[in-house]
């Protein structure tokens, strides 16, 4: 079992850049495939950015491909989203999680862990 936690999010102007990150207990993070998702006011949570156990494969949702970066630092348990030119439309709370399958995923329901979420608002 892993404990996420988010932080980082604020609110920004359009064009600005921020970055969340995730830290999680335990020493099984390295195990876990990681994911970004974000969910806006009476939308369904949506795939932003997953990650592999070593962090050399990525994937992206293409609403963020080219502006949003996701890694992370095994030996500090931590996962990093770094969001650059910042749309009103990524405006949501942004949740971290932890995927103990075979393979990355886009789906929600593929995550058994998941963070309390951050929120990112940003205004034009």
């Known amino acids: 079992q892993v404990q996420l936690v988010e932080s980082g999010g604020e609110l920004v102007q359009a064009g600005d850049s921020l970055r969340l990150s995730c830290a999680a207990s335990?020493?099984?993070?390295?195990?876990?495939?990681m994911g970004w998702f974000r969910q806006a006011p009476g939308k369904e949570r949506e795939f932003v950015a997953s990650i592999s156990v070593s962090g050399g494969s990525t994937y992206y949702a293409d609403s963020v491909k080219g502006r949003f970066t996701i890694s992370r630092d095994n030996a500090k348990n931590t996962m990093y989203l770094q969001m650059n030119s910042l749309k009103p439309e990524d405006t949501a709370a942004y949740y971290c999680?932890?995927?103990?399958?075979?393979?990355?995923?886009?789906?929600?329901?593929?995550?058994?862990?998941w963070g309390q979420g951050t929120q990112v608002t940003v205004s034009s």
């Open positions: 335990g020493r099984t993070f390295s195990t876990y495939r």
């Open positions: 999680a932890a995927n103990r399958g075979p393979y990355n995923s886009r789906s929600t329901t593929d995550y058994a862990y």
